[in-house]
């Protein structure tokens, strides 16, 4: 059998279903086009003979190629009616052919795939289901589970990554789960089923349970796809079902949003487009919505100076937060040094190595500071706070938010400063349990959200605000964090060209003693002598006899 090529710009499906790998760009049209050009060059052309030798005279996947290239030239040239939903219908049609024939062509050795390629249509078909599923395909849906659960049969060092994501994945989208209802969650393109990860750990420790159900693992329906054996077991008398009981809240849980019916009822065409508060929130009203657990403080803070070596005196703090709490929560700090000592970066990585899902907000510039705290829904542009959107993103009640260059946000009170507007939600103790939401009309208990902000100075932030978010000093990088901090800039060169290791290798002896120049200090001059190091071996490559 002929073997799937490698790509040069998009990261196997593997790497990027187990969240070791982004997609190509950033963007599914991107992905999927590097995908195409690498397993049928002559697709760029249109010339349809050649793709249908180039696809080894395969008729399916030759149309299927064609149409789909078609598809992302058309939504990155952003040409009228090219949109998401436009894609998601043309793409899903060019996916059905193989879903629909999928029994034949996967069972190897059969009669049905002579003369095909059995490994290339398994991959456009597993590729597709991935990005019909991050669009919002219904059928996509168990279709990805399935191929979620045949990488984890495959003895993959990314097993665990596999099972949990194809259970949360199935989480997400069971409507028969009342405290996770059917809200198509938010999808990253740096780790497109990192959600559904987040989710599955969330019910473990909610539920205080080693193992998913089974109505999630689907796993007495899995098929040993690779013999083409079908798991028959032997019929057994059904059960007498129990009397239904009221399911009882997870013990690791906060109800965020009470009771809506005090608002109108929306109209059918409301609840479709979700356009009126009600209607968007009603799904998580009165339901009890996963809290994230504690991690170990040890490994937290072997985690963050592994990477932030410099900056050890503030992980101790962030770590000693996490002693006897009753959940993954850290005190509001506001991190203060100067320009490009990694600040971000470290804020973002705190939070990671917390568990907490990210709520990004960038206030520099910030002319409208209370709009953190939402839009009356007297207004046709109503609109939620910011964390109680991260809430309805993430469907989990402990959360985490970047505060990114709060002493750069506007001074003015015509429309709100956000260092006032910040004050009661950094009160986890008393405001933030009950802060007044504009667009719903009523108070909600945001106490679960953390709070980071950054900033280069503490002029222009008000006294009140510093009162509760203390400053912390934060360390500028020394001489001697040099690896550390190459391998750091490195690593986020690759999530942004979505390359892995393989293509990117860690830097070498040389290539480091070419970095001794920066002396410490801003980590920016660094990173631009690490992306010279990185354009050099293209360059060389380039000049190697083929």
């Not at 456009?124 to 669009?135: C, I, S």
């Not at 059918?268 to 009165?286: H, I, N, T």
């Not at 709009?371 to 007297?378: D, E, K, L, M, P």
């Not at 550390?484 to 986020?492: G, H, K, M, P, R």
């Amino acid at each position: 059998m002929k073997k799937t090529p490698s790509l040069k710009g998009a990261s196997p499906l593997a790497l990027v279903l187990a969240g070791k790998a982004g997609l190509f760009r950033g963007t599914i049209a991107h992905d999927l086009l590097d995908r195409i050009n690498v397993l049928v060059p002559s697709v760029a052309t249109g010339d349809r003979p050649t793709v249908y030798r180039q696809s080894l005279g395969d008729p399916l996947l030759a149309e299927t190629y064609l149409s789909l290239r078609a598809i992302c030239k058309d939504w990155l040239a952003q040409r009228p009616g090219a949109g998401d939903e436009a894609m998601r219908d043309a793409m899903a049609h060019a996916w059905e052919p193989l879903r629909r024939t999928e029994p034949q062509w996967r069972f190897i050795g059969s009669e049905f795939t002579e003369g095909l390629d059995p490994e290339v249509r398994s991959l456009m078909h597993d590729t597709l289901a991935l990005y019909l599923h991050m669009l919002g395909h219904p059928e996509a849906t168990p279709a990805l589970v399935k191929v979620l659960w045949s990488c984890a049969r495959g003895r993959s060092p990314y097993a665990e990554a596999y099972v949990l994501r194809a259970a949360g994945v199935a989480l997400l989208d069971d409507g028969d789960d009342e405290d996770h209802p059917d809200v198509m969650p938010y999808w990253d393109p740096s780790d497109p089923l990192g959600i559904a990860e987040i989710h599955a750990r969330a019910y473990l420790n909610s539920t205080g349970t080693a193992a998913l159900p089974a109505r999630l693992t689907h796993a007495d329906e899995m098929e040993d796809d690779r013999a083409g054996i079908a798991r028959h077991q032997p019929a057994a008398p059904e059960p007498v079902k129990p009397a239904p009981t009221p399911e009882a809240a997870p013990a690791l849980s906060l109800r965020v949003f009470p009771s809506l019916r005090h608002l109108p009822m929306p109209s059918l065409m409301a609840r479709d487009r979700g356009d009126s508060p009600r209607a968007l929130c009603e799904a998580v009203a009165e339901k009890a919505l996963p809290l994230v657990a504690a991690p170990d403080p040890a490994t937290v803070a072997a985690t963050l100076n592994a990477a932030f070596p410099w900056a050890a005196e503030v992980t101790e703090q962030y770590a000693g937060d996490l002693v006897g709490a009753p959940y993954s929560m850290l005190r509001p700090r506001t991190l203060v040094g100067g320009m490009g000592g990694g600040k971000t970066a470290y804020a973002r990585a705190v939070l990671k190595a917390f568990g907490l899902p990210e709520i990004f907000y960038s206030a520099g510039g910030v002319m409208d500071g209370g709009n953190f705290a939402g839009a009356s829904r007297t207004w046709s542009t109503w609109r939620l706070s910011v964390p109680a959107q991260g809430v309805l993103r993430f469907l989990l009640a402990s959360l985490g938010c970047v505060i990114d260059e709060a002493d750069k946000a506007g001074p003015s009170r015509r429309w709100g400063r956000l260092d006032e507007t910040l004050l009661p939600f950094v009160e986890r103790g008393t405001t933030a349990k009950a802060i007044f939401d504009p667009a719903l009309e009523v108070p909600l208990d945001l106490s679960g959200i953390s709070y980071i902000l950054t900033a280069n100075t503490l002029d222009g932030m008000s006294g009140p605000l510093l009162d509760r978010v203390p400053p912390v000093a934060w360390p500028m990088p020394r001489r001697e964090d040099l690896p550390v901090a190459a391998a750091a800039i490195l690593d986020e060169l690759r999530r942004e060209r979505g390359l892995s290791e393989a293509w990117c290798p860690a830097l070498d002896g040389n290539e480091i003693d070419a970095l001794t120049a920066w002396r410490g200090g801003s980590l920016r001059p660094l990173r631009r002598m690490v992306e010279t190091v990185v354009a050099s071996r293209e360059a060389f490559a380039r000049l190697m006899p083929n």
